[in-house]
């Protein structure tokens, strides 16, 4: 089965970086899209960033647009999301998920990691 392990979140002040990760296996990675989205508490999940099989695709979301880096290591089955100039608003769950398309939607990526926590306070 699908497998989405999410890793790296952290306590981290405003201006902080942090690194995640997302160690996938139970399909072939090195043909799937990728994505990093995030739920802050009482709102709805959001897209924060998405990459395609070969990289050729790489979107992000307004908001992170600068600060925020997605990457995939096809020999390793992982994806990961360096994140600088952290501010308050990031605090959120931050989940990985693949899906067939690299795209800005959640309804295109089927299956989804546990997520792993980020909080951004001083």
């Known amino acids: 089965q699908v497998r989405l392990i999410e890793s790296g979140g952290g306590s981290v002040q405003p201006g902080g970086s942090l690194r995640l990760s997302c160690v996938a296996s139970g399909f072939h990675f090195g043909s799937a899209a990728m994505g990093w989205f995030r739920q802050a508490p009482g709102k709805e999940r959001e897209f924060v960033a998405s990459m395609s099989w070969g990289g050729g695709t790489i979107n992000y979301d307004d908001s992170v647009k600068g600060r925020f880096t997605i990457s995939r290591d096809n020999t390793k089955n992982t994806l990961t999301l360096q994140m600088s100039g952290l501010k308050l608003g990031d605090t959120a769950v931050y989940y990985c998920?693949?899906?067939?398309?690299?795209?800005?939607?959640?309804?295109?990526?089927?299956?989804w990691g546990q997520g792993t926590r980020v909080t951004v306070s001083s």
């Open positions: 998920a693949t899906g067939k398309v690299a795209t800005t939607s959640l309804l295109d990526f089927d299956s």
